[in-house]
């Protein structure tokens, strides 16, 4: 339409109309360039709030598995050197509580990462999308850290946990899963996370099995040694943890809103 009053109008020679015309179509196609990069700011704007709140989401959760590991495996050390402290004879156990706490000194624990924002975010070169800079430091470091995997890979591929299970009857340690073993702590769960391996219990094993179990931990020369080197590794990773990475630790802590 307007193209035809446009050669309507220089066939006429109507040079007043043509310039109204054309400032016509260029104001038009500069309106249409504005509304556009305005709907696209806007849209930019509302992607860039959803992928925040899904990143604070997931470092919630990340804040809890953060506090997971480390009152786990604290509890693991702790059965590491009350096991050792018995069998080296410093601080004598019943027979039972040195087993349990020698089973327990075995144990590992990795939770499930929240990391789907941030994989989706850097694969697709988004990451600046969140323009809060310490959520998005946040983020980079949590994720970037390989502390919480070392805990995991140390675990499964501890000698002492190796010899524990190459060495200790199966109906021992079957009792030891069933009635000391681990227990499942949901996610945020702040409270249960110092229930979820130090708590009390028996084995339900008669005395003569408790005794020839202990009998074996007793009689290996090596089992200090071992038990020795899981200890220092548990202890190592968890001044990391606590220590060389406190200020990663505080950062989890303020967004999940959790005091010390």
Not at 67 to 79: F, K, L, N, R, S
């Amino acid at each position: 339409m307007l193209l035809r009053r446009v050669i309507d109008h220089v066939r006429k020679q109507e040079w007043t109309a043509i310039w109204i015309d054309l400032v016509i179509v260029v104001v038009g196609v500069f309106i249409g360039i504005q509304v556009s990069n305005w709907n696209d700011e806007r849209a930019t704007v509302r992607r860039a709030a959803v992928f925040s709140e899904r990143l604070r989401s997931d470092l919630r959760e990340e804040a809890w598995s953060y506090e997971m590991q480390v009152g786990y495996y604290t509890d693991v050390a702790a059965h590491g050197r009350q096991a050792l402290d018995a069998l080296a004879g410093r601080a004598p156990l019943p027979d039972e509580q040195l087993l349990i706490a020698a089973y327990r000194a075995t144990q590992f624990q990795g939770n499930i990462r929240r990391r789907a924002t941030y994989d989706e975010l850097t694969s697709r070169g988004e990451i600046g999308l969140i323009g809060d800079d310490a959520l998005r430091d946040l983020a980079q470091r949590v994720y970037s850290t390989q502390v919480l995997q070392r805990f995991l890979d140390e675990g499964q591929a501890s000698r002492y946990r190796q010899w524990f299970r190459l060495n200790l009857p199966h109906d021992v340690q079957q009792a030891l899963t069933a009635a000391c073993g681990d227990r499942v702590v949901p996610s945020g769960d702040y409270a249960g996370i110092n229930q979820s391996i130090d708590y009390p219990c028996s084995t339900g094993l008669s005395a003569e099995s408790v005794a020839g179990a202990v009998a074996i931990l007793r009689n290996d020369p090596d089992v200090i040694s071992l038990l020795r080197l899981r200890y220092a590794d548990v202890e190592s990773t968890l001044f990391n943890l606590i220590t060389y990475n406190a200020s990663l630790r505080d950062g989890l802590r303020a967004i999940a809103k959790v005091s010390p």
